[in-house]
């Protein structure tokens, strides 16, 4: 897996080439493209709805922090780290 830096000011977006089913509270989906598939918790769930639009990892913790338990800087950790899954992944990407 590549190394990507993140900033707060860095944006991105779902991968169009996905598919994305709700399921029993996770989030199921497939690349017909790469022939892969990936499932998220709710709150990847819930990142995924917000990437719908072009979303900085500022406003991605902002949602998080909101929905759930969790303090800004634990937050912001996990979100990089899910982000940064997603984009070597090429489920989510730059917009």
């Not at 989906?29 to 499932?39: A, E, K, V």
């Not at 900085?56 to 979100?79: I, M, N, R, S």
Request: hydrophobic residues 45%; proline residues 4%.
């Amino acid at each position: 897996m590549s190394t990507i830096s993140l900033d707060m000011s860095s944006k991105f977006i779902r991968n169009p080439d996905l598919v994305a089913v709700p399921m029993d509270g996770d989030l199921v989906m497939m690349s017909i493209s790469q022939g892969s598939y990936y499932g998220v918790n709710p709150v990847g769930s819930v990142i995924w709805e917000a990437l719908q639009t072009p979303q900085t990892l500022e406003h991605l913790c902002q949602v998080v922090v909101k929905e759930f338990a969790v303090d800004a800087d634990t937050c912001l950790k996990d979100v990089q780290t899910f982000v940064t899954q997603m984009l070597n992944a090429k489920v989510v990407q730059f917009a």
